[in-house]
Nanobody, 119 residues
Framework: QVQLVESGGGLVQAGGSLRLSCAAS????????MGWYRQAPGKQRELVAA???????NYADSVKGRFTISRDNAKNTVSLQMNSLKPEDTGVYYC?????????????WGQGTQVTVSS
């Protein structure tokens, strides 16, 4: 079973930075894409940033220019550098991995890490 473990969350003031990491239990080269999602209290989980095996990247409009997603294939990790944080970035951040086997798309999720941005 694939395991994804997030780390790096915490409490930061607005304008500050945090770096989240997602460590996979197996080679991330086996995943077609990996991404970071977040869920704020009372809201649906939303995509923050994603990176494919090409690699190509995709960002939510609200984080473009502030967040950067990257992958380290040798360490089997995907990171999210978050700069110029805003209170609206507060939420639980989840790592997700996708694997396509034949016609099936498998999704794997981490347990999440809390990010709190104070104003």
């Amino acid at each position: 079973q694939v395991q994804l473990v997030e780390s790096g969350g915490g409490l930061v003031q607005a304008g500050g930075s945090l770096r989240l990491s997602c460590a996979a239990s197996e080679s991330i080269l086996r995943f077609s894409a990996m991404g970071w999602y977040r869920q704020a209290p009372g809201k649906q989980r939303e995509l923050v940033a994603a990176i494919t095996d090409v690699p190509s990247t995709n960002y939510a409009d609200s984080v473009k220019g502030r967040f950067t997603i990257s992958r380290d294939n040798a360490k089997n990790t995907v990171s999210l550098q978050m700069n110029s944080l805003k209170p609206e970035d507060t939420g639980v951040y989840y790592c997700k991995a996708n694997r396509i086997v034949g016609l099936k798309n498998y999704e794997y999720w981490g347990q999440g890490t809390q990010v709190t941005v104070s104003s």
